[in-house]
């Protein structure tokens, strides 16, 4: 509760800022960082759920056609249902769904003919091309910011997946931190990192969210 009273610091107190589990230790910064990430997600989702009906679709509707789209032929419906962290029937409800519609259609997978897999009709082709505009307003901004603020950034918020994606709090991340191929950087380049599948060292600006070839370090090795 907001007593009126100056924090620590000087300055008002932040509602963000509360007492810890016992015997936890408390960072203020660590608790104001969460909850400007928990904003931060707020936004994206309200982008995200404006835009999708908008379209015509639902929120879930619109992250299977992006994920069919970005899987590009592969999208079965158990790995969908897994990347949107949804049950599989929850996943199965929104994929006939957007069949009805004549977004998406099954097709034989091509890499084993017994699987079938999920793949965008012309109409899903146009409908994501427009879809994958959905962070148009932030990239906007986010142009604005300096490279170096913005590559840092980009390597804390990965870090931060990776550990969770460790814990098992989100179930896929395709991203250099959780990649077999990740390695540190080739000496004498001044670059920290090296993808060794493309044999190509490079810096936090170029750190991959969602990489085509990403392996899972635990599927891999
Ligand atoms: S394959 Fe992709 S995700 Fe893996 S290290 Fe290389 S660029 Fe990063």
């Given at each position: 509760?907001?007593?009126?009273?100056?924090?620590?610091?000087?300055?008002?107190?932040?509602?963000?800022?509360?007492?810890?589990?016992?015997?936890?230790r408390v960072d203020d910064l660590d608790q104001r960082l969460a909850a400007a990430v928990?904003?931060?997600?707020?936004?994206?989702?309200?982008?995200?759920?404006?835009?999708a009906y908008a379209e015509g679709v639902s929120p879930l509707q619109h992250q299977l056609l992006l994920?069919?789209?970005?899987?590009?032929?592969?999208?079965?419906g158990s790995d969908l249902a897994t990347e949107l962290d949804?049950?599989?029937?929850?996943?199965?409800?929104?994929?006939?769904?957007?069949?009805?519609?004549?977004?998406?259609?099954?097709?034989?997978?091509?890499?084993d003919r017994r699987n079938v897999v999920y793949s965008l009709t012309a109409s899903g082709e146009e409908l994501s091309?427009?879809?994958?505009?959905?962070?148009?307003?932030?990239?906007?901004?986010?142009?604005?910011?300096?490279?170096?603020d913005k590559a840092t950034t980009l390597r804390v918020l990965l870090g931060l997946v990776a550990d969770l994606h460790g814990e098992g709090v989100v179930s896929v991340a395709r991203t250099c931190l959780t990649c077999v191929f990740f390695a540190d950087g080739s000496a004498g380049t001044g670059l920290p990192y090296r993808c060794d599948l493309l044999q190509v060292d490079f810096d936090d600006a170029h750190l991959r969210v969602d990489c085509a070839e990403h392996q899972p370090r635990s599927a891999a090795s």
């Open positions: 509760m907001n007593s009126g009273n100056p924090a620590p610091d000087g300055l008002p107190e932040d509602s963000a800022v509360h007492e810890g589990a016992a015997g936890a928990e904003r931060m997600g707020h936004v994206t989702r309200t982008m995200l759920l404006r835009q994920r069919v789209r970005a899987l590009d032929g592969r999208a079965r949804v049950s599989q029937a929850t996943a199965s409800e929104a994929l006939s769904a957007l069949r009805r519609k004549e977004l998406v259609e099954k097709v034989q997978d091509p890499a091309e427009r879809l994958t505009q959905w962070d148009g307003p932030l990239t906007a901004r986010l142009g604005e910011v300096p490279e170096a």
